[in-house]
């Protein structure tokens, strides 16, 4: 099982970025998958989920209405869209895949099994 985040970057305030998480060694229609962050002298935080069997969202207050998740269980990805990027968005993003067979959203780190690398999201002027 292998969960591969990319897409990371330098970005100045306002800008977007796409976030990718490919995975393989798994189905990915029977898993949901979440995306995390922590930045430097920070406390992880869930940012984002999207759940297996019905594709519900979930957004952590400080994204809402500026990152948006999707997958494409036919391309193995999971993707994190993040406009009006702030300096406070920036952090090493982490996919992760929750654990089997919870179908709802969560952002509970107990509650997911494997979890990518990592990518750098910075964001500044």
């Known amino acids: 099982v292998q969960l591969q985040a990319s897409g990371g970057g330098l970005v100045q305030p306002g800008g977007s970025l796409r976030l990718s998480c490919v995975v393989s060694g798994f189905t990915l229609d029977d898993y949901g998958i979440g995306w995390f962050r922590q930045a430097p002298g920070k406390e992880r935080e869930g940012v984002s989920c999207?759940?297996?069997?019905?594709?519900?969202?979930y957004y952590a207050d400080s994204v809402k209405g500026r990152f948006t998740i999707s997958r494409d269980n036919a391309k193995n990805a999971v993707y994190l869209q993040m406009y009006s990027l702030i300096p406070e968005d920036t952090a090493v993003y982490y996919c992760?895949?929750?654990?089997?067979?919870?179908?709802?959203?969560?952002?509970?780190?107990?509650?997911?099994?494997?979890w990518g690398q990592g990518t750098q999201v910075t964001v500044s002027s």
């Open positions: 992760a895949r929750v654990r089997w067979p919870v179908g709802r959203v969560t952002t509970n780190p107990s509650l997911y099994d494997y």
């Open positions: 999207i759940s297996r069997s019905d594709h519900s969202t």
